[in-house]
């Protein structure tokens, strides 16, 4: 390898990545981001606020640029019925899957760290998305209620809690509060 020094991140660096990357798709949870941004009314898409956030997933994971094929989608969010938390148990997500960037890049060892670690890289690094992306999440993927009223307003009076595609800290999902009416990403999860 050149003499190089390696980082635990480097996919160059190690065997398992090297030997995923010619043989199949690495194994675990794909990160994308749609192609369209959406002001904060994202409850406009579905019957609720949840299904709605489904919907531009399933739409956006059709122009999706991951290298992987799977089926099951769900958004990078939280809502009142749903969050990123409660996965495992509402939707069976393996919580012991890894969780890559679209080009296959690890982001997280496994799912469950998602909740309290540091990712490995950002959401840009990963290459998922260099834009601000609406999560409506606190630290620790809890539903921040006020995120546009529930994802129904669009306007400049309120606010909706965005995500730092730059940031590798536990904040990286709940970074700012964003006027309703600005135009963000949705990042979402193929499994």
Known sequence: MNGKTCSSEDKSCSANEILYSHISTPPGIYLYSTQKSFQGNLAAYGPDLQIS???ICAEARLFAQTISNCGNVLPLTASPTSS????????SLDGT???????????????????????KLSM????????????FA???WGYASSSCVNGTLSDNANVGITGDPNDIGLSWPSFA????????KVLC???
């Open 124 to 135: 840009s690094e990963a290459g998922v998305t260099t834009e601000k992306f609406w999560t």
């Open 138 to 140: 606190t630290t620790g």
């Open 177 to 184: 509060s964003d006027t309703c009416d600005q135009y963000r």
């Open 84 to 91: 990123v938390s409660s996965y495992t148990t509402d939707f």
């Open 189 to 191: 999860i193929c499994y």
């Open 53 to 55: 956030l489904m919907n």
């Open 97 to 119: 899957l890894p969780i890559r960037g679209a080009r296959g890049e690890l982001i997280y060892d496994q799912w469950n760290l998602i909740l309290s670690s540091n990712p």
